[in-house]
């Protein structure tokens, strides 16, 4: 069972939203698709569901059909493949990457560490260098895997904004049912907060989800007021080692190619549409497209001397 068709989520939607949800299973195009129902409509289109994921079960038996999903797991390949033959031609096809680390490739630490220096040969260095630093400038560095306290989840809330203010990008936390979703989480224990504090101070955290063998990193800030000790990058590679050490097998990065997952990542989920999308769909997404290209070509043109 993936997280976004398991139990917990269902139970935190539930309390948010006010209406029973419970687990169902989707037909798609050929396709079994665990997946939630939200009172009697599958939960296909949110602004945190990262993607859902084809049953492997061959006895699964389908509750509802329907015509298209957004974002599914179509295929894994190595993380070279999806570099040197997929990426360049992955929007044209509809794709996107879902970086993950598989950690039962690893006879033990070291040789995983050997693994990201293959990417980034200072990384192990660069990662020391940062933790003596902290000390030096802050105090003693404390890495919590699990900290239950409500004041950290705020600051990786308050962050976390600022990120998406700074970026542009758009604030799913401004709405409140998103905000009270991943809160109730936290609060459940279904959503870990991993931490890191200098003498105390909370520099970085991350929201972690443990499931079937697989860790999902879903919800990662820091400080910024302290990003020349990098305390994101330090917490990231400290959870991976908890989560190799505690007995995961699998290390999800979630959606997203962002180039510091590739330092670490050995696989990548291809995320893709399933079924045959609604013309007013496709309407809107190419609608989408012709206005970001419009909006880019000034820029372009300046750079290139245009």
């Known amino acids: 069972m993936s997280l976004f068709a398991g139990d917990d989520l269902a139970s935190a939607i539930a309390a948010v939203e006010g209406v029973e949800v419970r687990r169902t299973v989707l037909s798609c195009d050929g396709r079994v698709v665990p997946a939630l129902l939200a009172g009697t409509k599958p ?3 949110r602004v945190w569901l990262d993607f859902l994921e084809p049953s492997e079960d061959p006895d699964a038996v389908a509750e509802f059909p329907i ?5 599914v797991v179509v295929g894994k390949v190595d993380q070279q493949v999806w570099h040197e033959d997929i990426a360049a031609g992955a929007r044209r096809a509809l794709l996107q990457a879902s970086p993950c680390l598989d950690l039962t490739r690893f006879s033990c630490w070291e040789d995983a560490e050997a693994w990201f220096r293959r990417k980034r040969s200072n990384h192990t260095k660069n990662l020391e260098r ?3 630093k902290a000390e030096r400038e802050i105090g003693p560095v404390l890495f919590e895997p699990a900290d239950k306290d409500e004041a950290a989840f705020e600051h990786l809330v308050a962050w976390k904004r600022a990120h998406f203010a700074r970026t542009g990008v758009g604030d799913p936390l401004a709405v409140r049912a998103n905000l009270e979703l991943f809160r109730g989480l936290f609060r459940a224990g279904a959503l870990e907060l991993a931490t890191l504090r200098g003498d105390g101070r909370p520099m970085a955290a991350i929201g972690l989800v443990r499931l079937g063998g697989r860790v999902y990193y879903w919800m990662p800030s820091y400080d910024t007021t302290l990003s020349t000790l990098s305390p994101g990058n ?9 989560a190799y050490e505690s007995g995961a097998q699998e290390f999800d990065f979630m959606l997203g190619d962002e180039e510091y997952k590739w330092t670490y990542a ?8 399933l079924g045959s999308e ?16 419009l909006t880019t070509a000034p820029a372009a043109m300046a750079t290139s001397g245009a």
Request: hydrophobic share 40%; glycine share 6%; charged share 30%.
């Open 43 to 45: 939960l296909v289109r």
């Open 266 to 273: 050995t696989d990548c989920r291809l995320v893709g549409p």
């Open 130 to 132: 940062s933790l003596r």
């Open 234 to 242: 330090v917490l990231l590679n400290l959870c991976i080692r908890h």
């Open 67 to 71: 015509r298209y999903l957004p974002r």
């Open 278 to 293: 609604p013309v007013a769909g496709r309407v809107r997404r190419l609608a989408g497209t012709a206005k970001r290209r």
